[in-house]
């Protein structure tokens, strides 16, 4: 029996189109610089109702936390409470009486709904633009979520229910779909995809998590976008900013093609430095966008200003 060979990304990516430099030498936020001001202007046009959607999952849900395998779901201790005003307490003394809670949260910085770094993924040595691999030594002194956090995410966004196009409940695992679907879904819904728009895509995969508890990581394969040249190119040329999804790594986790796993995250975000949010909960956007059949709405996020980090929780906002 003849043992597949997976290709190497330096191989499989060889001829892959770069933004590398396209911003300048010291860029860190990438294609996120396709949201001018006028995209912002075009992304606030969108609001029609006043309609609020927060797309975070919950940290610390009771029927657990969907992460990438060898993560820990978050962790939230209780510091102080008021039993520590209760005989023999250990509570602090306040001038009036004051008691308060405090606690503290143990968590992977990427474990839960999130921003990458530019700098999260790479292969032959350098990260987005070019920079050394040899930066992330000890924390990203280059391409970290920092400067993402510092210039935040606004614009015009469109959702892209894939389940609710094939007519399922959710995707199944290693379900892949294309560029070419992602069109074909906007056209259904009545909401082309414009360039620089931020894309939205629902899968619903997640709820196999909440079904299958500890079985959904056996095999672990997410349904998600197949690496294909001509899906990076439309990717390139339609100058989309942002990818965002309910599932916890944005695309297909292993490619059925070549066997290599997460070709998108460097095709996309090494090379094309596109921003990529993730565990996003789009349930009741997606019955909302269902219900009045408008798909597209302005979308605004800022992750967390950590100092040299590969990735920071964020609760992103979608308006209609």
Known sequence: MTETVVPALTELLADSPTNWGKWGPEDEVGSLNYLTAAQVLAGAAQIKQGKLFTLQRLIGDPNGDPVWPGRSPATREMILDESHWDSGGDGPAFPGGLHYADDKLYAFLQGSTQYDALGHVWYDGKLWNGYDARTTIGGLSKASVAPIAERGVAGRAVLLDMARYRGKEYLEPSETFTHEDLISCAQAQGTPIEPRDILVIRTNHLQLFFEKGDDFYTDFCESGLVYSPELVSWFQ????????????ANEVTTDPNSGAALVLHNALMRNLGIAFTEICD????????????????FYVAAPLKINEATGSPVNPVAIK
């Not at 989309?240 to 599932?247: A, E, F, G, K, S």
């Not at 269902?290 to 597209?296: F, Q, S, V, W």
């Open 237 to 248: 040329e339609m100058e989309i900013p942002n990818l965002v999804t309910d599932t916890i």
């Open 282 to 297: 789009l349930e009741k956007l997606a019955s909302d966008c269902a219900e009045d059949g408008a798909y597209n709405f």
